[in-house]
């Protein structure tokens, strides 16, 4: 788990490193996978990217929590190549006997959990905005209820947007 948990955490380093450039003051960052827990995208809002992206406060609302719909959606995804090259050496999760797929999937969703983990130690979701002001997190698409439970373990009770999340996005 070590190897695929550095290697997503560099990743993940480099995207931010290259998107907080930009001097935007970020909410939402998150680490996104889908039900088989393939290679990872990194999807972000900021205000100043909702502000040009929302026409109406209706149209901020929807917007406000949809990775898919951020422009930074996939930001720099190359950066997951080595990540991707772990996960296929792993073999095809979808190949798996019920009882392998499910620790493999706790494997992979566990190694994402653990690199934001370390990036937020090191303090690199406050680079251009308090921490309490961003919420981070580790999503499986479709959405589902451990994206609540990855989020209670990121974030600490007093993080505002944090707040914000459960009361308007949460599973």
């Given at each position: 788990m070590e190897a695929l948990t550095q290697a997503i955490y560099q990743a993940v380093r480099e995207v931010l490193t290259d998107l907080f450039q930009n001097g935007e003051h970020y909410y939402y960052i998150t680490l996104v996978s889908d039900g088989g827990a393939n290679t990872p995208c990194v999807s972000a809002w900021s205000y100043e990217a909702?502000?040009?992206?929302?026409?109406?406060?209706a149209e901020r609302e929807d917007l406000k929590w949809s990775y898919a719909d951020s422009p930074y959606c996939c930001w720099k995804q190359e950066a997951f190549e080595p990540v991707q090259t772990l996960l296929l050496s792993r073999g095809n999760i979808w190949d798996m006997e019920e009882e392998d797929f499910e620790r493999e999937y706790e494997l992979r969703y566990g190694a994402m959990e653990e690199a934001m983990r370390r990036l937020d130690?090191?303090?690199?979701?406050?680079a251009n905005q308090l921490r309490e002001n961003v919420v981070v997190l580790v999503e499986v698409m479709s959405p589902d209820y451990t994206n609540t439970q990855r989020a209670h373990r990121l974030n600490s009770p007093d993080c505002k947007m944090f707040l914000a999340w459960l009361e308007e996005a949460a599973e």
């Open positions: 909702l502000d040009r992206a929302a026409g109406d406060d130690r090191e303090g690199v979701f406050s």
